[in-house]
């Protein structure tokens, strides 16, 4: 069994985070793994996309070939459309709907929600919505990976759970707490 996963989103929203959590968990149960990341302006606004590769056998590259990702997960919408061309026919694509536009050319809002719900596969929130509702506004990236869960498949959502405590332990109880709930928030909010 493998999982090819596509990560993207904006310098600052998290997403290596989420690429960290999925790492450990698949470490913890075994998997092989590979990551490829690519950084840009990580620190805030550029374009951040990781690739993560997990299998039951070895894996001999780290990068995802166009066609073949099991799984896009975006902190962003435009981000998501970017790499929409790595998703195999039955991938999903799993992103926030609301934008973070760091650009003064930002395309129009509604058309990329239009392009992106008429992928055949796809679940949209609003990440941010959900997290500052919640009074957890840090923890948006969280509430994306439990949207993400019921489509990683190869991991089950305690075996992320349990990464989620190890990755913010060193943070705090509280921070641990925020982000588990979040992660809870997501993967209840978004159904098959």
């Known amino acids: 069994m493998k999982k090819d996963i596509k990560l993207s989103g904006v310098g600052g929203q998290g997403i290596l985070s989420i690429a960290t959590v999925i790492g450990e968990a698949a470490t913890e149960a075994g998997l092989q793994l590979k ?77 990329i929600r239009g392009e992106l719900s008429a992928l055949p596969h796809v679940a949209m929130l609003d990440i941010e919505a959900i997290a500052r509702e919640n009074h957890i506004p840090k923890s948006a990236n969280m509430v994306l990976l439990g949207m993400a869960a019921r489509y990683i498949g190869i991991l089950g959502a305690d075996q992320l759970r349990d990464a989620i405590r190890a990755v913010f332990c060193r943070k705090g109880e509280q921070v641990v707490s925020d982000n588990l709930k979040a992660f809870d928030l997501g993967l209840s909010a978004c159904t098959i």
């Open 35 to 111: 990551q490829a990341e690519v950084h840009g302006m990580s620190q805030r606004g550029g374009d951040v996309q990781s690739d993560l590769r997990l299998s039951t056998e070895p894996i001999f590259s780290d990068q995802i070939a166009t066609g073949q990702a099991d799984l896009i997960i975006s902190m962003e919408p435009m981000e998501a459309l970017r790499y929409v061309s790595y998703l195999n026919r039955d991938g999903w694509a799993v992103t926030a709907s609301r934008p973070f536009i760091n650009i003064p050319d930002y395309p129009d809002e509604e058309a």
